[in-house]
T-cell receptor
Framework: GESVGLHLPTLSVQEGDNSIINCAYSNSASDYFIWYKQESGKGPQFIIDIRSNMDKRQGQRVTVLLNKTVKHLSLQIAATQPGDSAVYFCAENNRDSGTYKYIFGTGTRLKVLA | NAGVMQNPRHLVRRRGQEARLRCSPM?????VYWYRQLPEEGLKFMVYLQKENIIDESGMPKERFSAEFPKEGPSILRIQQVVRGDSAAYFC??????????????FGDGTRLSIL
């Protein structure tokens, strides 16, 4: 299940199940979105990205869905594995702003239960 | 194919000292970004640089913090007269020239700065 408290929201899933991690982004003008995975003591690792002219993009075991109407992004991980345990961040960018800085979400910790 | 290299990985400073964090971008990348991360939080943008130019420093504190990306050598994030509140993980990312917004930024493993 999902819990929210003083620390990062945590999603616990059984190994082999599908995971869905959600993200609400802030800027309706954002036109590029990225999901990163961050393991303890490491930097963010790119997973998948999507541009605003798309609403779905698939990678290997991962799918990103974009709903611009409600400014919502989700990451779906199929057949979740122990190695998927990490913190997942969404990031957004507005290319028209003239800067390439990313705005990161607060993150979700994914725990895979054996 | 070396990724983004940051050093040191861990840095301990006493209050009032200076901290210098280094970042070598991926080969072929000429855009560098610095972000800061507090425990259990997302990354916060600090500064975006190209070779010899600061493009966007809207996330940098007005005092004590500076960044450079010289023609030769790594990018440097410099924090003068450090205070306890500067304790954080500092991440550098890079992207190819002109592609920062439509290709993902690639991150290093960060420098963990601890202020005693």
């Amino acid at each position: 299940g999902e819990s929210v408290g003083l620390h990062l929201p945590t999603l616990s899933v059984q190994e082999g199940d599908n995971s869905i991690i959600n993200c609400a982004y802030s800027n309706s003008a954002s036109d590029y979105f990225i999901w990163y995975k961050q393991e303890s003591g490491k930097g963010p690792q790119f997973i998948i990205d999507i541009r605003s002219n798309m609403d779905k993009r698939q990678g290997q075991r991962v799918t990103v869905l974009l709903n611009k109407t409600v400014k919502h992004l989700s990451l779906q991980i199929a057949a979740t594995q122990p190695g998927d345990s990490a913190v997942y961040f969404c990031a957004e960018n507005n290319r028209d702003s003239g800067t390439y800085k990313y705005i990161f979400g607060t993150g979700t910790r994914l725990k895979v239960l054996a | 194919n070396a990724g983004v290299m940051q050093n040191p990985r861990h840095l301990v400073r006493r209050r009032g000292q200076e901290a210098r964090l280094r970042c070598s971008p991926m080969k072929g990348h000429s855009h560098v970004y610095w972000y800061r991360q507090l425990p259990e939080e997302g990354l916060k943008f600090m500064v975006y640089l190209q070779k010899e130019n600061i493009i966007d420093e809207s996330g940098m504190p007005k005092e004590r913090f500076s960044a450079e990306f010289p023609k030769e050598g790594p990018s440097i994030l410099r924090i003068q007269q450090v205070v306890r509140g500067d304790s954080a993980a500092y991440f550098c990312a890079s992207s190819p020239q002109g592609q920062g917004a439509i290709q993902p930024q690639h991150f290093g493993d960060g420098t963990r700065l601890s202020i005693l």
